[in-house]
């Protein structure tokens, strides 16, 4: 993920996550906020219940390779948090939450579909 599409710093997260919009799926949460920006900045949030050090990077990786693939409306911050249940899932079933959350949104689709 390009460097400039990463949401960094405490503050912005704080930011999404106390005034963004909550999106519930199945493995995970999606909060949005607008950022005023041309580009949107993705944020991934993996917390100790999901698992092991192992496990939590594995499910980041699936989040990230499942929102590479997807055409986002540019212009928001978004942080992706993971529920428990992602830690058993495949990355076909991550890219059809991830899909449906940003439907759900109204901030994505999947291109060409």
Excluded: C
């Excluded at 405490?10 to 906020?33: C, N």
Aim: glycine share 10%.
């Amino acid at each position: 993920m390009p460097k400039g599409n990463r949401l960094t710093g405490r503050d912005r997260f704080a930011a999404v996550s106390q005034e963004g919009t909550p999106y519930h799926g199945r493995l995970a949460v999606l909060r949005a906020l607008p950022n005023g920006l041309d580009h949107s900045r993705y944020g991934f949030i993996v917390s100790k219940r999901v698992g092991k050090a192992v496990v939590r990077n594995r499910v980041k990786r699936l989040l990230r390779e499942s929102i590479r693939h997807i055409a986002v409306k540019p212009g928001w911050d978004l942080v992706f948090i993971a529920r428990p249940a992602a830690a058993e899932a495949s990355y076909q079933d991550m890219k059809s939450v991830v899909t449906e959350l940003l439907i759900k949104a109204g901030l994505g689709d999947v291109p060409g579909g």
